[in-house]
């Protein structure tokens, strides 16, 4: 009896304990599956001027960084980014193909509630998503109880990383 | 019976003037209570659970009292230190950094402050150029150095280089530097600035304001007059219920007599 009273004590107390950081997966290794294994050298985006007021816009506060690394080969753009869903910073992963996401996968979560954005019935309805008028998503996405910040901030950073491929693909042309 | 009628009078007028008079006392803190209440059920829309404060006179509130950084990393006309989790570019809070600051290096205008699992590049104004994380390290950073052309990372893999950009990284077989990034006395001028600002102690926004709403805020008896306020609101609803029956009962009574 008192063997189960202090199992059920510890398994209330790891309960209430903060989860710590995890990764579900590496960033490099999202980056290395996005490419079949073979990335390319990454480059750099300069968030400046009119590109850094429409991402202002999409986030709601300045971004940042002045730039931001991404991996390309032609229209197929790769994003590793970050924004604070509660308390702490979302690390998610964006393939974007032809304007469109091909995938999104949270690669690291650190806050205590809201991981079920990790899940495919989450993620996938990013799947095809592009940027309509005033670099807004062509759908709605259906939110999580619970979660509702962590779900924001995946909505603001498909936005973004669609903006971005547009920038860097209008830009230099195709590759 | 008549007796009774007076005595209970007595009774509704002297609660009735304990109603009034608690409740005058209590306006304010009413008041208080219910403002800070709805901004803390809305904290999340309104951004205050992911705003930060630090004002000195706050963190004075809390007892915090940051003692000033003696060390700091020098890098060409400029210290870099960690306070919280804040870096400091001399002054001057610039960027985020939640691991132990391990190493400084500058070129070309560009300044690397690095910690084991994520490093800062900088302009040399303290612009935040990119936050690079473990995506992108070519491994644990143990120290950070350069040389008059390229940034050096040691890892437990060996040395790697990096151009200005740190774009690419790749095997470095030279020297490392003698004088390679190490903690030194950091001028006491900048320390004490530093814990003058609040020391990169930041309080969450969400945190203040339930401190606001409890009391807690205001030392040890501040939410024990919360606590009085709050059981003045109760005594306030009882009170306010058993008038409001009485009056109804003597409404209906004087009904009754009439129709007699």
């Known amino acids: ?175 | 019976m008549v007796t009774g009628k007076k005595s209970l009078g007595r009774t509704l007028q002297s609660l009735y003037v304990w109603h009034r008079w608690i409740g005058i006392a209590c306006a304010l803190l009413v008041l208080w209570l219910a403002v800070t209440g709805i901004l803390l059920n809305h904290a999340g829309r309104l951004g205050f659970d992911r705003q930060y404060v630090g004002a000195p006179w706050l963190l004075r509130m809390y007892g915090i009292a940051p003692e000033p950084p003696t060390k700091g990393f020098h890098v060409p006309g400029h210290w870099l230190t960690q306070g919280g989790e804040l870096l400091f570019l001399d002054e001057r809070p610039v960027a985020e950094l939640r691991s132990p600051l391990i190493g400084a290096a500058a070129l070309r205008g560009v300044i690397l402050a690095s910690a084991a699992d994520m490093a800062i590049l900088l302009t040399d104004t303290g612009e935040l150029i990119e936050s690079l994380g473990q995506a992108v390290l070519p491994g644990q950073v143990l120290a950070v150095a350069s040389t008059d052309r390229q940034f050096l990372i040691q890892t437990k893999d060996g040395v790697y280089a990096s151009h200005a950009d740190l774009l690419r990284f790749e095997h470095y077989t030279g020297t490392w530097p003698a004088q390679a990034s190490r903690p030194q006395a950091l001028p006491q001028e900048i320390g004490q600035a530093i814990a003058k600002s609040g020391g990169g102690i930041r309080l969450n926004g969400e945190r203040v304001l339930a401190d606001l709403h409890s009391g807690r805020l205001f030392g040890r008896y501040g939410p024990w007059i919360m606590d009085l306020a709050s059981l003045s609101f109760i005594f306030l609803a009882l009170s306010g219920l058993w008038l409001w029956w009485r009056y109804r009962q003597s409404q209906q009574d004087r009904l009754r007599q009439r129709q007699r």
Not at chain 1, 30 to 47: K, R, T, Y
Not at chain 1, 117 to 127: C, G, L, N, S, Y
Not at chain 1, 154 to 164: E, H, P
């Open chain 1, 1 to 175: 009896m008192k063997r189960r009273l202090l199992l059920i004590a510890l398994t209330l107390i790891a309960c209430t304990v903060q989860a710590a950081e995890e990764v579900y997966l590496e960033p490099s290794q999202f980056v290395s599956e996005a490419f079949d294994g073979s990335p390319p050298e990454p480059a750099q985006l300069w968030i400046t001027g009119d590109l850094r007021e429409q991402a202002g816009a999409i986030l709601g506060h300045s971004p940042a960084n002045l730039r931001t690394r991404y991996w390309r080969k032609g229209l197929r753009t790769v994003w590793i980014l970050e924004e604070i869903g509660k308390e702490q910073p979302i690390t998610s992963g964006f393939v974007v193909q032809d304007g469109s996401i091909e995938a999104l996968r949270i690669l690291i979560y650190r806050e205590s509630r809201g991981w079920e954005i990790r899940h495919d019935f989450f993620t996938r309805q990013f799947k095809d998503a592009h940027l309509q008028d005033g670099n807004r998503l062509d759908r709605d996405i259906d939110g999580i109880a619970g979660a509702t910040l962590s779900v924001n901030a995946m909505r603001k950073l498909a936005r973004l990383a669609l903006l971005y491929h547009h920038h860097v693909t209008e830009n230099d042309g195709n590759r």
